[in-house]
């Protein structure tokens, strides 16, 4: 489990430092962060995470990334076809609910 220490610089500012061993590389380590809120989210991400620095900064990419999801693309595609009748589009909404949502964690194909 991961921990945060306050420490004070020498002109007197602080800085939150995060421990853990990160389950990667079995080694201890740390990094110092300038806020206390980002020490807490860097502790909480590497807490849900087992300790695993790459996988912690994989899920807050995740998290905070504003590039669309692959179900918003897939579903963006099929609502643009040209070609398609509303038919064929409620058949690749469908498909894409059963085959492709499922695969990617998607509760609903919305």
Same mark, same amino acid.
């Given at each position: 489990?991961? +921990?945060? *220490?306050? *420490?004070?610089r020498k002109d007197g500012t602080f800085t939150w430092a995060v421990l853990w061993r990160d389950s990667d590389t079995g080694k201890r380590t740390s #990094?110092?962060?300038v806020s206390e809120a980002d020490a807490k989210m860097l502790?909480?991400?590497?807490?849900?995470? !087992?300790?695993s620095f790459s996988m912690a900064a994989e899920a807050s990419s *995740?998290?905070?990334?504003?590039a669309p999801t692959v179900q918003q693309v897939? +579903?963006?595609h099929i609502e643009t076809l040209t070609a398609a009748?509303? !038919?064929? *589009? #409620?058949t690749y909404r469908g498909q894409a609910r059963i085959h492709i949502?499922?695969?990617l964690g998607c509760s609903t194909g919305g």
């Open positions: 489990m991961a +921990s945060i *220490r306050k *420490r004070v #990094r110092s962060l502790k909480d991400f590497l807490d849900a995470n !087992g300790q *995740r998290m905070t990334s504003t897939v +579903s963006e009748s509303s !038919g064929t *589009r #409620r949502y499922p695969v």
